[in-house]
């Protein structure tokens, strides 16, 4: 059975300060893993990743991914109050298959 | 970027009737669209797999015969929970792969069953 596991699921920090994300999976289909940030509705893209140890920057957030070692983890830097969200992974087999979400790491940002 | 549209955003509907949640890709085509499902502070979980001109697949645990599903075009996925029970309110989101801008989903529906 296909499996995704995010740590912590909750945290809750002051805003400047630096967060990181994990992820890890285990599936028998790869193509890509994906980050989502979900608030009130549905999820928004934010990365997709499918080659190892190449970062992918987006404004403060980046994240990388470890094929080998079979984990991602997201960098959010100088947190801010509108970063506060839950943050999905999910990992996907592409075509037919279609994507298996961790539970999310819900993230408070504290002024 | 490819697009999918998703109606309604919410509906409240009444013990006992169905309700037609609708999935498009706007601007791709998609032989293949997911439905995905999130109750209360959970997890997204896929439902099933719609496939273009065949039958959708169900995950396990999920009724075929209480969540109907049909994609009859390229571009149009259809969810129908019928004979709705307060245990089906849900957030129900669908998803598409364009191969260009990976897995993109609907904007969600938000169901509440009464």
């Known amino acids: 059975e296909d499996k995704v596991v995010q740590s912590p699921l909750s945290l809750v920090v002051h805003e400047g300060d630096t967060v990181t994300l994990n992820c890890s999976y285990e599936v028998t289909n790869f193509r890509s893993l994906l980050w989502y940030k979900q608030e009130k509705k549905a999820p928004t893209f934010l990365f997709m990743l499918?080659?190892?140890?190449i970062e992918k920057k987006s404004g403060r957030l980046s994240s990388i991914l470890d094929k080998k070692e079979l984990f991602s983890i997201l960098n959010i830097t100088a947190t801010q109050t509108g970063d506060s969200a839950v943050y999905l992974c999910a990992v996907g087999g592409g075509g037919a298959d279609g994507l298996t979400f961790g539970k999310g790491t819900h993230l408070i940002i504290q002024p | 970027g490819a697009v999918v549209s998703q109606h309604p955003s919410r509906v409240i509907c009444k013990s006992g009737t169905s309700v037609k949640i609708e999935c498009r890709s706007l601007?791709?085509?998609?032989?293949?669209m997911f439905w995905y499902r999130q109750f209360p502070k959970q997890s997204l979980m896929l439902m099933a797999t719609?496939?273009?001109?065949?039958?959708?697949?169900?995950e396990q645990g999920v009724e075929k015969d209480k969540f109907l599903i049909n994609h009859a075009s390229l571009t149009l996925s259809t969810l129908t929970v019928t004979s709705a029970h307060p245990e089906d309110s849900s957030f129900y989101i669908c998803s598409a792969d364009e191969h260009s801008y990976g897995y993109t989903f609907g904007s969600g529906t938000r169901l509440t069953v009464v």
């Open positions: 719609s496939n273009e001109g065949s039958k959708a697949t169900y």
């Open positions: 499918t080659s190892s140890g």
């Open positions: 601007d791709f085509q998609a032989t293949t």
